[in-house]
């Protein structure tokens, strides 16, 4: 393949025009090429008198000699695997987010058929479930924002923006597009599928996954690990009775390959494992609040009021570094989204953002998180940074009525330490309900001294970042996990056999990089 880089575009343009345009400056015969595709398209905005796209275009030609000034590069290509798979027992998925479903896709592509265990309900479901605590407050632990098939993302606004350089990410946005994702995924600098297309492509992942063999159990709970010489003999689970949302009929099933695939939220899963002595330790993590403005303001300051382009809802990316040693930062920026109410544990507060596919709501939201490390905790656990993040999320639930109302707080307001009084012009969107509070209170020292400096030193970034009217929801607490469970080279814990995958055990960072660790340990299964 050949690749033609930076092709500007100040007009908007079908990819078949640019295509089309390219060819014609760069003197490219038509019969001379066998295929093509956008492989790159990003925005331009550095200069507001000149924002304009840039793109790439991959070409499949039949003599690359005619053309030498462009660069080669290769097509990705899924590498051999070498499987020495030979347990007669199947493998066991503990949850079902990005990781799980990758590693059982893995799985069933290469002929093993996993079982899938998951605490929470099918997407359809859950989305039901989650519409009804917004609706009403009255929150299912089981089934929710962080539970529940797709993960933590599915109700987020499907990301997949990485920091990790994995050939497996190609994969694993092909495969998003198979089952349904728009296909400029495969090539838009900053990809999404938001919520609404999440839902569905998740059904079609778990109908394929069964088609080929893969088990799926929902509502059900995996509650203790037999192990024996220290390898992994079986798990326990409980099914839940969901005429009673109890659970009942404790079941065991053999095995001797689990994916711990159990996202960042699963803390009674974790005390577990820790009371079975799988090794863990504490971990960074961080810990914020929301911040919500109007995104025709967020339009206007990425892009200035002169282009006639067609351009999306705007995003952005902001990072402080503070003289306390802290760093602040902008996390999972939502354009034309909401804040979602995102608990899983009873009386607490957490908060996440979402948007859909078309990013079309009135305000946009993010994340500005602090950093919080293990020095933090008077506390030698390595469990310690989960009860840190509880008793934030106890506080916020109190401050905010105990009824799933979050706290919320003009910028104005919290830059003054003062409670707000009223809502200005930028109305929250978190749903069951808001209650104006002063999120001070709550915060330890070190965090709301730093999101103090950092929407001050954001707004000479971003104007209007600081806008007074600007809405603080509290708190975020999840953006990653706060454990990692120890794993060597070959992707195993110190119990054989028992492979922590994902963003819970604490080697990944969003929807690509814990599909991706779920690739990798599914191969690391069928080659062991």
Same mark, same amino acid.
């Given at each position: 393949?050949?690749?033609?880089?930076?092709?500007?575009?100040?007009?908007?343009?079908?990819? $078949?025009?640019?295509?089309?345009?390219?060819? =014609?400056? !760069?003197?490219?015969?038509?019969?001379?090429?066998?295929?093509?595709?956008?492989?790159?398209? =990003?925005?331009?905005?550095?200069?507001? *008198?000149?924002?304009?796209?840039?793109?790439?275009? *991959?070409?499949?030609?039949? *003599?690359?000699?005619?053309?030498?000034?462009? *660069?080669?590069?290769?097509?990705?290509?899924?590498?051999?695997?070498?499987?020495?798979?030979?347990?007669?027992?199947?493998?066991?998925?503990?949850?079902?987010?990005?990781?799980?479903?990758?590693?059982?896709?893995?799985?069933? $592509?290469?002929?093993?058929?996993?079982?899938?265990?998951?605490?929470?309900?099918?997407?359809?479901?859950?989305?039901?479930?989650?519409?009804?605590?917004?609706?009403?407050?009255?929150?299912?632990?089981?089934?929710? &924002?962080?539970?529940?098939?797709?993960?933590?993302?599915?109700?987020?606004?499907? /990301?997949?923006?990485?920091?990790?350089?994995?050939?497996?990410?190609?994969?694993?946005?092909?495969?998003?597009?198979?089952?349904?994702?728009?296909?400029?995924?495969?090539?838009?600098?900053?990809? #999404?599928?938001?919520?609404?297309?999440?839902?569905?492509?998740?059904? !079609?992942?778990?109908?394929?996954?069964?088609?080929?063999?893969?088990?799926?159990?929902?509502?059900?709970?995996?509650?203790?690990?037999?192990?024996?010489?220290?390898?992994?003999?079986?798990?326990?689970?409980?099914? $839940?009775?969901?005429?009673?949302?109890?659970?009942?009929?404790?079941?065991?099933?053999?095995?001797?390959?689990?994916?711990?695939?159990?996202? #960042?939220?699963?803390?009674?899963?974790?005390?577990?494992? #820790?009371?079975?002595?799988?090794?863990?330790?504490?971990?960074?993590?961080? &810990?914020?609040?929301?911040?919500?403005?109007?995104?025709?303001?967020?339009?206007?300051?990425?892009?200035?009021?002169?282009?006639?382009? /067609?351009?999306?809802?705007?995003?952005?990316?902001?990072?402080?570094?503070?003289?306390?040693?802290?760093?602040?930062?902008?996390?999972?920026?939502?354009?034309?989204?909401?804040?979602?109410? =995102?608990?899983?544990?009873? +009386?607490?507060?957490?908060?996440?953002?979402?948007?859909?596919?078309?990013?079309?709501?009135?305000?946009?939201?993010?994340?500005?998180?602090?950093?919080?490390?293990?020095?933090?905790?008077?506390?030698?656990?390595?469990?310690?940074?989960?009860?840190?993040?509880?008793?934030?999320?106890?506080?916020?639930?109190?401050?905010?009525?105990?009824?799933?109302?979050?706290?919320?707080?003009?910028?104005?307001?919290?830059?003054?330490?003062?409670?707000?009084?009223?809502?200005?012009?930028?109305?929250?969107?978190?749903?069951?309900?808001?209650?104006?509070?002063?999120? +001070?209170?709550?915060?330890?020292?070190?965090?709301?001294?730093?999101?103090?400096?950092?929407?001050?030193?954001?707004?000479?970034?971003?104007?209007?970042?600081?806008?007074?009217?600007?809405?603080?929801?509290?708190?975020?607490?999840?953006?990653?996990?706060?454990?990692?469970?120890?794993?060597?080279?070959?992707?195993?814990?110190?119990?054989?056999?028992?492979?922590?995958?994902?963003?819970?055990?604490?080697?990944?960072?969003?929807?690509?990089?814990?599909?991706?660790?779920?690739?990798?340990?599914?191969?690391?299964?069928?080659?062991?």
């Amino acid at each position: 393949m050949l690749r033609i880089n930076n092709i500007k575009i100040r007009k908007d343009m079908s990819n $078949q025009e640019v295509f089309n345009l390219t060819i =014609s400056k !760069n003197k490219i015969k038509k019969e001379d090429i066998i295929k093509w595709y956008i492989s790159k398209k =990003s925005i331009d905005a550095r200069k507001k *008198d000149d924002v304009h796209y840039i793109y790439s275009i *991959d070409l499949k030609v039949k *003599d690359e000699k005619k053309y030498k000034k462009f *660069d080669k590069v290769k097509e990705f290509k899924m590498p051999n695997i070498n499987i020495t798979y030979s347990s007669s027992k199947r493998p066991i998925i503990v949850g079902a987010g990005p990781a799980g479903l990758f590693a059982a896709l893995t799985l069933v $592509q290469n002929g093993i058929k996993p079982i899938i265990i998951e605490q929470g309900q099918s997407v359809e479901k859950r989305k039901k479930t989650v519409d009804t605590f917004l609706s009403n407050g009255k929150l299912n632990p089981l089934s929710n &924002v962080q539970f529940g098939e797709g993960g933590a993302g599915t109700f987020s606004d499907g /990301k997949l923006t990485t920091g990790i350089n994995s050939p497996f990410c190609q994969k694993v946005l092909q495969e998003f597009v198979n089952f349904g994702a728009p296909e400029q995924i495969i090539y838009l600098s900053k990809p #999404h599928i938001g919520t609404d297309n999440l839902i569905n492509i998740i059904k !079609n992942m778990r109908e394929y996954i069964i088609s080929k063999g893969g088990t799926f159990l929902f509502d059900t709970k995996v509650i203790d690990f037999k192990i024996s010489n220290g390898k992994i003999k079986s798990i326990f689970y409980l099914k $839940q009775d969901l005429k009673n949302t109890n659970f009942n009929s404790i079941e065991e099933l053999k095995t001797d390959f689990v994916v711990l695939a159990i996202g #960042h939220s699963s803390r009674d899963t974790f005390e577990k494992l #820790h009371e079975k002595g799988i090794f863990m330790e504490k971990k960074n993590f961080s &810990v914020g609040v929301r911040i919500e403005h109007l995104q025709e303001d967020i339009n206007k300051a990425q892009y200035g009021n002169i282009t006639k382009l /067609k351009l999306p809802p705007a995003e952005y990316k902001l990072a402080y570094h503070s003289p306390n040693g802290r760093s602040c930062y902008t996390f999972c920026m939502c354009p034309g989204g909401v804040v979602m109410a =995102s608990s899983s544990d009873k +009386n607490t507060i957490v908060t996440n953002g979402m948007s859909n596919f078309l990013r079309n709501g009135k305000n946009a939201n993010s994340a500005i998180l602090v950093n919080v490390v293990p020095e933090d905790f008077n506390n030698k656990s390595p469990l310690a940074g989960i009860y840190f993040q509880k008793n934030l999320e106890e506080k916020a639930f109190i401050l905010g009525g105990s009824n799933y109302h979050a706290p919320i707080q003009r910028v104005e307001d919290f830059l003054q330490n003062k409670k707000s009084e009223f809502i200005g012009t930028i109305k929250p969107s978190y749903l069951p309900g808001v209650t104006l509070s002063n999120l +001070n209170d709550i915060l330890p020292n070190f965090i709301s001294d730093t999101l103090r400096e950092g929407i001050c030193y954001f707004d000479t970034k971003l104007t209007g970042f600081a806008n007074p009217d600007s809405i603080l929801t509290g708190l975020e607490t999840r953006s990653s996990s706060p454990v990692k469970i120890i794993r060597n080279k070959d992707l195993i814990s110190n119990i054989s056999g028992i492979y922590p995958c994902g963003e819970g055990a604490g080697y990944a960072g969003g929807i690509m990089s814990a599909a991706v660790d779920g690739i990798k340990c599914a191969i690391a299964i069928l080659e062991s």
